[in-house]
Protein backbone atom coordinates (compact mmCIF):
# COMPACT_ATOMS: atom_id res chain seq x y z
CA UNK A 1 0.00 0.00 0.00
CA UNK A 2 1.30 3.71 -0.67
CA UNK A 3 2.61 4.80 2.89
CA UNK A 4 -0.49 7.94 2.80
CA UNK A 5 -2.71 5.26 2.56
CA UNK A 6 -1.23 3.09 5.49
CA UNK A 7 -1.30 6.14 7.34
CA UNK A 8 -4.64 6.44 7.00
CA UNK A 9 -5.37 3.02 7.93
CA UNK A 10 -3.38 2.36 11.05
CA UNK A 11 -5.01 4.71 13.36
CA UNK A 12 -8.07 2.06 13.09
CA UNK A 13 -6.56 -0.51 14.28
CA UNK A 14 -6.33 -1.84 17.80
CA UNK A 15 -3.86 -5.37 18.11
CA UNK A 16 -6.10 -7.83 20.08
CA UNK A 17 -5.23 -11.48 21.40
CA UNK A 18 -6.66 -14.85 19.23
CA UNK A 19 -7.65 -17.61 22.19
CA UNK A 20 -7.99 -20.75 20.58
CA UNK A 21 -11.68 -21.56 19.97
CA UNK A 22 -12.79 -18.07 20.20
CA UNK A 23 -15.40 -17.26 17.45
CA UNK A 24 -14.53 -13.92 15.36
CA UNK A 25 -17.98 -14.01 13.69
CA UNK A 26 -21.11 -16.70 13.14
CA UNK A 27 -22.51 -18.12 9.90
CA UNK A 28 -25.43 -15.41 8.92
CA UNK A 29 -24.76 -13.07 11.35
CA UNK A 30 -23.24 -9.52 10.92
CA UNK A 31 -19.71 -9.32 10.96
CA UNK A 32 -18.84 -6.50 13.06
CA UNK A 33 -14.62 -6.81 13.53
CA UNK A 34 -12.25 -7.32 10.89
CA UNK A 35 -9.22 -9.09 11.82
CA UNK A 36 -5.91 -9.09 9.73
CA UNK A 37 -4.06 -12.24 11.74
CA UNK A 38 -0.38 -11.43 12.78
CA UNK A 39 0.01 -14.52 14.52
CA UNK A 40 -1.62 -18.23 14.99
CA UNK A 41 -4.54 -18.69 12.39
CA UNK A 42 -8.08 -19.32 12.05
CA UNK A 43 -10.53 -21.70 10.30
CA UNK A 44 -13.52 -20.95 7.93
CA UNK A 45 -15.51 -23.56 9.13
CA UNK A 46 -18.92 -24.90 7.22
CA UNK A 47 -21.73 -26.72 9.93
CA UNK A 48 -24.32 -29.26 8.71
CA UNK A 49 -27.74 -29.48 10.70
CA UNK A 50 -26.20 -32.50 12.33
CA UNK A 51 -24.12 -30.16 14.04
CA UNK A 52 -20.67 -31.96 12.41
CA UNK A 53 -18.21 -29.33 10.78
CA UNK A 54 -15.38 -29.48 8.52
CA UNK A 55 -13.07 -26.45 7.51
CA UNK A 56 -13.35 -25.21 3.98
CA UNK A 57 -10.17 -22.52 4.41
CA UNK A 58 -7.43 -21.17 6.66
CA UNK A 59 -6.78 -18.07 7.67
CA UNK A 60 -3.00 -16.54 9.08
CA UNK A 61 -0.70 -13.74 8.75
CA UNK A 62 -1.45 -13.52 4.88
CA UNK A 63 -4.82 -12.83 4.84
CA UNK A 64 -7.93 -11.27 6.44
CA UNK A 65 -10.97 -12.33 8.40
CA UNK A 66 -13.98 -10.95 7.32
CA UNK A 67 -13.84 -10.89 3.13
CA UNK A 68 -17.97 -10.57 2.62
CA UNK A 69 -17.40 -6.50 4.20
CA UNK A 70 -14.92 -6.25 0.84
CA UNK A 71 -17.27 -8.14 -1.16
CA UNK A 72 -20.20 -5.61 0.11
CA UNK A 73 -21.81 -8.08 2.20
CA UNK A 74 -22.56 -7.83 5.90
CA UNK A 75 -22.41 -11.68 6.41
CA UNK A 76 -21.08 -14.69 6.00
CA UNK A 77 -22.43 -18.95 5.76
CA UNK A 78 -18.98 -19.43 7.32
CA UNK A 79 -18.02 -19.85 11.02
CA UNK A 80 -14.89 -18.19 11.78
CA UNK A 81 -12.95 -20.02 14.64
CA UNK A 82 -9.65 -19.59 16.00
CA UNK A 83 -7.97 -22.76 15.62
CA UNK A 84 -4.68 -21.91 17.08
CA UNK A 85 -4.06 -18.82 19.48
CA UNK A 86 -2.11 -15.61 18.53
CA UNK A 87 -2.84 -12.01 17.78
CA UNK A 88 -4.47 -9.73 15.54
CA UNK A 89 -5.06 -6.18 14.30
CA UNK A 90 -8.94 -5.54 14.46
CA UNK A 91 -10.46 -2.98 13.00
CA UNK A 92 -14.32 -2.47 12.90
CA UNK A 93 -16.42 -3.17 9.62
CA UNK A 94 -17.78 -0.05 9.28
CA UNK A 95 -14.31 1.57 9.66
CA UNK A 96 -13.35 -0.82 6.72
CA UNK A 97 -15.89 -0.22 4.42
CA UNK A 98 -15.43 4.25 4.97
CA UNK A 99 -12.02 3.19 3.72
CA UNK A 100 -12.53 0.85 1.13
CA UNK A 101 -14.74 3.84 -0.72
CA UNK A 102 -11.96 6.22 -0.26
CA UNK A 103 -8.76 3.81 -0.60
CA UNK A 104 -8.47 2.13 -3.75
CA UNK A 105 -5.22 1.04 -3.33
CA UNK A 106 -6.34 -0.98 -0.24
CA UNK A 107 -9.79 -2.32 -2.08
CA UNK A 108 -7.96 -3.22 -4.60
CA UNK A 109 -5.39 -5.17 -2.52
CA UNK A 110 -8.35 -6.84 -0.27
CA UNK A 111 -10.24 -8.18 -3.86
CA UNK A 112 -6.98 -10.10 -4.64
CA UNK A 113 -7.04 -11.38 -1.66
CA UNK A 114 -10.68 -12.30 -1.74
CA UNK A 115 -10.02 -14.11 -5.21
CA UNK A 116 -7.05 -16.41 -3.48
CA UNK A 117 -8.82 -17.39 -0.83
CA UNK A 118 -11.97 -18.34 -3.12
CA UNK A 119 -9.22 -20.34 -4.80
CA UNK A 120 -8.34 -21.96 -1.55
CA UNK A 121 -11.86 -22.72 -0.65
CA UNK A 122 -12.46 -24.86 -3.63
CA UNK A 123 -9.56 -26.45 -4.19
CA UNK A 124 -10.01 -27.66 -0.57
CA UNK A 125 -13.97 -28.78 -1.10
CA UNK A 126 -12.54 -30.46 -4.34
CA UNK A 127 -9.28 -32.59 -2.19
CA UNK A 128 -12.11 -33.13 0.47
CA UNK A 129 -14.55 -34.97 -2.06
CA UNK A 130 -11.61 -37.27 -4.22
CA UNK A 131 -8.39 -38.03 -2.18
CA UNK A 132 -7.51 -40.30 0.78
CA UNK A 133 -7.15 -39.26 4.59
CA UNK A 134 -3.61 -39.61 4.69
CA UNK A 135 -2.76 -36.90 1.80
CA UNK A 136 -5.76 -34.68 2.98
CA UNK A 137 -3.98 -34.50 6.62
CA UNK A 138 -0.70 -34.11 5.00
CA UNK A 139 -2.23 -30.74 2.96
CA UNK A 140 -3.76 -29.80 6.06
CA UNK A 141 -0.43 -29.92 8.14
CA UNK A 142 1.45 -27.77 5.35
CA UNK A 143 -1.17 -24.94 5.78
CA UNK A 144 -0.67 -25.47 9.63
CA UNK A 145 2.99 -25.42 9.19
CA UNK A 146 3.14 -22.61 7.11
CA UNK A 147 0.87 -19.92 9.08
CA UNK A 148 3.07 -21.64 12.80
CA UNK A 149 5.89 -19.67 14.33
CA UNK A 150 7.94 -22.96 14.07
CA UNK A 151 7.50 -26.70 13.88
CA UNK A 152 5.12 -27.49 16.82
CA UNK A 153 2.33 -26.38 17.15
CA UNK A 154 -0.78 -27.87 19.27
CA UNK A 155 -3.35 -30.13 17.79
CA UNK A 156 -5.47 -32.78 19.27
CA UNK A 157 -7.07 -36.06 17.05
CA UNK A 158 -10.46 -34.73 18.23
CA UNK A 159 -9.53 -31.65 16.14
CA UNK A 160 -8.23 -33.12 13.55
CA UNK A 161 -11.10 -35.02 12.77
CA UNK A 162 -13.52 -32.38 12.61
CA UNK A 163 -11.34 -29.82 10.30
CA UNK A 164 -11.25 -33.06 8.21
CA UNK A 165 -14.39 -34.09 8.64
CA UNK A 166 -13.80 -37.57 9.04
CA UNK A 167 -13.75 -40.11 12.08
CA UNK A 168 -11.02 -40.11 14.76
CA UNK A 169 -9.89 -43.06 13.47
CA UNK A 170 -9.64 -42.85 10.32
CA UNK A 171 -7.23 -39.63 11.67
CA UNK A 172 -5.50 -41.55 13.92
CA UNK A 173 -4.81 -44.07 11.23
CA UNK A 174 -3.37 -41.69 8.90
CA UNK A 175 -1.45 -39.62 11.42
CA UNK A 176 0.15 -43.10 12.05
CA UNK A 177 1.56 -43.57 8.56
CA UNK A 178 2.85 -39.91 8.25
CA UNK A 179 5.03 -40.70 11.74
CA UNK A 180 5.93 -43.98 10.57
CA UNK A 181 7.31 -42.21 7.57
CA UNK A 182 9.43 -39.62 9.46
CA UNK A 183 7.51 -37.04 8.31
CA UNK A 184 6.00 -35.44 11.81
CA UNK A 185 6.23 -36.54 15.47
CA UNK A 186 2.83 -36.69 17.08
CA UNK A 187 2.88 -36.99 21.30
CA UNK A 188 0.46 -35.19 23.60
CA UNK A 189 -1.42 -32.96 21.33
CA UNK A 190 1.65 -31.83 19.63
CA UNK A 191 2.57 -32.07 16.10
CA UNK A 192 5.91 -31.75 15.31
CA UNK A 193 6.91 -31.37 11.22
CA UNK A 194 9.86 -33.45 11.15
CA UNK A 195 10.41 -33.67 7.42
CA UNK A 196 8.83 -30.71 5.35
CA UNK A 197 10.33 -32.08 2.32
CA UNK A 198 8.47 -35.75 2.91
CA UNK A 199 5.58 -34.26 3.93
CA UNK A 200 5.01 -32.23 0.49
CA UNK A 201 5.77 -35.22 -1.33
CA UNK A 202 2.86 -36.86 0.98
CA UNK A 203 0.28 -34.19 0.27
CA UNK A 204 -1.86 -34.19 -3.05
CA UNK A 205 -0.92 -31.57 -5.48
CA UNK A 206 -3.60 -29.19 -3.91
CA UNK A 207 -1.54 -28.06 -1.08
CA UNK A 208 0.99 -26.74 -4.11
CA UNK A 209 -2.02 -25.35 -5.83
CA UNK A 210 -2.91 -22.93 -3.66
CA UNK A 211 0.26 -22.55 -1.58
CA UNK A 212 1.33 -20.94 -5.26
CA UNK A 213 -1.46 -18.69 -6.31
CA UNK A 214 -1.09 -17.56 -2.39
CA UNK A 215 2.85 -16.69 -3.39
CA UNK A 216 2.19 -14.98 -6.71
CA UNK A 217 -0.11 -12.50 -4.83
CA UNK A 218 2.65 -11.72 -2.18
CA UNK A 219 4.99 -11.56 -5.30
CA UNK A 220 7.47 -13.82 -2.35
CA UNK A 221 7.68 -17.20 -1.43
CA UNK A 222 6.31 -17.06 2.43
CA UNK A 223 7.29 -19.80 4.45
CA UNK A 224 6.67 -18.51 8.12
CA UNK A 225 5.85 -15.70 10.36
CA UNK A 226 9.34 -15.51 11.71
CA UNK A 227 10.56 -14.86 7.67
CA UNK A 228 7.90 -11.84 6.80
CA UNK A 229 9.12 -10.60 10.55
CA UNK A 230 12.48 -10.31 9.56
Not at 6 to 11: I, K, R, S
Not at 57 to 77: C, K, N, R, T
Not at 204 to 214: L, P, Q, T, W
Request: charged share 20%; proline share 5%.
Amino acid sequence: MPPEDLATLWPQLKLVELPIRRVLHAPEQPITEIYFPETGYVSMLVYMEDGDAIEVGQIGFDGMVGIPVVLEGDSDGLEAMVQHPGTALRMSAAALREMLESTPALHSLLLRYALVHHEQVARTGACNGRHGVAERLARWLLMAHDRSEGDTFSMTQEFMSMMLGVRRAGVSVAAGFLRKAGLIHYERGEITVTNRPGLEAAACECYGIVRRASDRFHGQQILSPQLVCQ
